[in-house]
Nanobody
Framework: QVQLVESGGGLVQPGGSLRLSCAASGTVSSIDVMGWYRQAPGKERELVATITSGGTTNYADSAQGRFTISRDNAKNTMYLQMNSLKPEDTAVYYC??????????????WGQGTQVTVSS
């Protein structure tokens, strides 16, 4: 089992920056992919960014060029650096991890979410 705890959300003005953190514990060595989803009121949950155990990253079009996902393996922590924030980035952000349960099956674990609000 993997437990995930997000932090770093808050209120920021348009154009500002925030860094979200996701601390993992448990069977961390089995994780192959981690990432961030977000969900705004009345909208579908959206995949924002992912990072593999090898360091390969992918971003949604809405995040490309403004957000950076990274991992600190020594701290078992994943980060999402968000720059040039826009009001449309306002959402609850959820971290997740994908891990091997069997050689042919993954489990997905979720954090509790952290609120990001971009407003003047």
């Amino acid at each position: 089992q993997v437990q995930l705890v997000e932090s770093g959300g808050g209120l920021v003005q348009p154009g500002g920056s925030l860094r979200l953190s996701c601390a993992a514990s448990g069977t961390v060595s089995s994780i192959d992919v981690m990432g961030w989803y977000r969900q705004a009121p009345g909208k579908e949950r959206e995949l924002v960014a992912t990072i593999t155990s090898g360091g390969t990253t992918n971003y949604a079009d809405s995040a490309q060029g403004r957000f950076t996902i990274s991992r600190d393996n020594a701290k078992n922590t994943m980060y999402l650096q968000m720059n040039s924030l826009k009001p449309e980035d306002t959402a609850v952000y959820y971290c997740y991890s994908r891990r091997w349960r069997t050689p042919y099956a993954f489990n997905t674990d979720w954090g509790q979410g952290t609120q990001v609000t971009v407003s003047s």
